[in-house]
């Protein structure tokens, strides 16, 4: 972990854990998970703040700033409070952030369209274009699969994960969900909404009996990346107005 990139904010951990639980939120209210079964951390100075389960654990949209606790890297939770615990997969979370000096954010949840479209047999591809250009570009590249089905409960299975995902900003674990990085909590949930989108997508093509091919590298040479301030701000700032509107947001 020599250059690690830093975080907008990264000095206050309180910011932190905010975007933390509102991402949490984000990932409840938009079906990136079916109930209580994920979680997001961010790197912070030399531990980790991810999203833990409380004495009230009651899923994944119901997130409390307080459910957001400190970790060590062996996986050891260092705020320790009656009834808190880590995720039994902070493993994903140590392990790629021990090998991603770029990456401060790691998303992990179990969307239910990402882990039927591999179980169909079909891996997610750049089929749409201007729909949703950075769910393609992504699949341009290739969004690595970890072929495992298991719960990554050691810091050996975590490894594997980490070695699969490479350097990719996500990876597909079947029978079993999804991981996405970022550089923010914002960035690495918006790639699972756009990657959950295409999955989305993809299955209602096959459902309706077409099985869809990846557009032609003409077309997908010309879909430009519309940077982090629209692919990630302007959909957080969208995401976060949602939640409000449905009286799921934080309390200030
Ligand atoms: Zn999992």
Redesign the pocket.
Known sequence: MSTVEMYPGAEDTEVLRRDVATGCRIAGHRGLCEDI?GHISVRSEDSLLIRCRGPRESGLIFTEITDVRRASYEGGLMEKAAGFSVPN?IHIHTEILKVRSDVQAVF?A?PPAIVALDLAGLELLPVVGAYNIPASRMAAKGIPLYSRSVL?NTPALGAEVAEVLGDSPACVMRG??LVTVGRTVAEAVSRALSLNSLARMMLRSASAGRVPAALPAQDLAQLPDLGAGFNDAHLWRFETAALRAMGLDLAD
């Open positions: 079964l997969e992990h179990h990554v079993h969900g």
